[in-house]
Structures are given as structure tokens and as C-alpha cells.
Nanobody, 120 residues
Framework: QVQLVESGGGLVQPGGSLRLSCAASGSIFSINGMGWYRQAPGKERELVAGITSGGSTNYVDSVKGRFTISRNNARNTMYLQMNSLKPEDTAVYYC??????????????WGQGTQVTVSS
């Protein structure tokens, strides 16, 4: 079975940094697109950053210049480096991945979410 496990969330002060990780495990043939989403209380879930299998990236305007998404295909792991954090970045962050399994079936998977709180 395929699973995504997130880590790296926590409480930081405005202007601080965090690095989120998302590791995929299981019977994986390949990982296609991956992305980080976030959802704040009372708000809709939004795509924060995405990355293709070839390494192309895109970001929501509010995090451009502050966040960097990356992936290590050999480790089936994705990262989100978050710098210059603002209170409005506070949310539960979820990793998402489009994965082809060993049996060549293709599905989308979600991590369990990790809380990021930016507050003084």
C-alpha cells in the first residue's frame, strides 16, 4: 500500500523558517506530480506549490519568493522550505502526490497533514 507521511511542522515566530518533508512509501513504480496544499480554519484548501516529475514548479502568488518546493526522486520525498513566514501562513499543510503503483494503477494520495503556526 502507498502512504504519504509528513513531518516538519511546528510553531514559529513571524520571519522564521520551517522545512516540511513528505515521504512516500509502498509499492511505487513512479511518482508523477506532487504538491503542497494548506487549509486554515474556516478557509478552503488551496494549492501552495506544485512540482512535476521533471522538476518544474509553480507557486501561489502569496508565497512566491519565500517558499521553495523540491523533490528527491531517489528517496520518493518532497520538501517545502518556508522562509520569512507570516501569520497568514498558519494552516494545516498537506502533501499530495500522483503515484503509479507497481501494478501500474495511477492514483492520487494525501498525507495526514502537519500543523504550521506562525505567531509571536
Amino acid at each position: 500500500q502507498v502512504q504519504l507521511v509528513e513531518s516538519g511542522g511546528g510553531l514559529v515566530q513571524p520571519g522564521g523558517s520551517l522545512r516540511l518533508s513528505c515521504a512516500a512509501s509502498g509499492s511505487i513504480f513512479s511518482i508523477n506530480g506532487m504538491g503542497w496544499y494548506r487549509q486554515a480554519p474556516g478557509k478552503e484548501r488551496e494549492l501552495v506549490a506544485g512540482i512535476t516529475s521533471g522538476g518544474s514548479t509553480n507557486y501561489v502568488d502569496s508565497v512566491k519568493g519565500r517558499f521553495t518546493i523540491s523533490r528527491n526522486n531517489a528517496r520518493n520525498t518532497m520538501y517545502l522550505q518556508m522562509n520569512s513566514l507570516k501569520p497568514e501562513d498558519t494552516a494545516v499543510y498537506y502533501c499530495n502526490a500522483d503515484i503509479t503503483g507497481a501494478g501500474l494503477s495511477r492514483n492520487t494520495y494525501w498525507g495526514q497533514g502537519t500543523q504550521v503556526t506562525v505567531s509571536s
